[in-house]
């Protein structure tokens, strides 16, 4: 079982469209990160969201953690064949320094 | 030089060869830390150093070896490996007391044939 279940896996759309993912999990964490890596290169930190129902916005992405601290969502804004990539959330679990990664989006924007 | 670079970025490797991957990271961080990262799995980790001293081994095979010299170095020896360990090996850097918010070199591409 996946500590930390990312959807959908795969998501190709047009420029200009919306669209959000989701990061989820039965455990509760401290905080949580997304990252973006493009192929050939190492994951790239985007945010970090620590408080329940936490806010992030970074331009055209808005990055959201659950009350709970289970579980959060990335939404990006009218998309940009430059936003194509794997998107990784990972989060640390309470008492753990370790960091526990999902499989991650792979996101396609097509011009 | 800024954040973390690894060398090599490419490497093909015969599974009776030793080599070994190097890593250093310019940000001042006092973590370091090994992954791997398979096709359709999650990011495996390997290795935790802090302050130099190996903190965690997550059960990895004896033929990955890993040293840190000081805390701007890394290294990964290799040595008798399997064609499963193919696989993108990245290194990460951060603050002890921020172990959450690591960043992550470019990886090296590892090929056993």
């Known amino acids: 079982t996946q500590l930390l279940e990312q959807s959908p896996q795969f998501l190709s759309i047009q420029e200009g469209e919306n669209l959000t993912v989701y990061c989820n999990s039965s455990s509760v964490f401290s905080s949580l990160q997304w990252y973006r890596q493009e192929p050939g290169e190492g994951p790239v930190l985007l945010v970090t969201?620590?408080?329940?129902?936490e806010v992030k916005k970074l331009k055209r992405l808005t990055f959201q953690f659950g009350d709970a601290r289970k579980d959060s969502s990335l939404h990006i804004t009218a998309a940009q064949p430059g936003d194509t990539g794997l998107y990784l959330c990972?989060?640390?679990?309470?008492?753990?320094?370790?960091?526990?990664f999902g499989k991650g989006t792979k996101l396609s924007v097509i011009p | 030089e800024t954040g973390v670079t690894q060398t090599p970025r490419h490497l093909v490797m015969g599974m009776t060869n030793k080599k070994s991957l190097k890593c250093e990271q310019h940000l001042g961080h006092n973590a370091m830390y090994w992954y791997k990262q398979s096709a359709k799995k999650p990011l495996e980790l390997m290795f935790v150093y802090n302050f130099k001293e190996q903190t965690e081994n997550n059960s990895v095979p004896s033929r990955f070896s890993p040293e840190c010299p000081n805390s701007s170095h890394l290294f990964l020896h290799l040595h008798t490996l399997q064609p499963e360990d193919s696989a993108l090996y990245l290194c990460?850097?951060?603050?002890?007391?921020?172990?959450?918010?690591?960043?992550f070199g470019p990886g090296t591409r590892l090929t056993v044939t």
């Open positions: 990972a989060g640390d679990r309470i008492g753990s320094y370790q960091l526990t």
């Open positions: 969201v620590v408080t329940g129902g």
């Open positions: 990460a850097s951060s603050q002890r007391t921020l172990a959450h918010e690591q960043y």
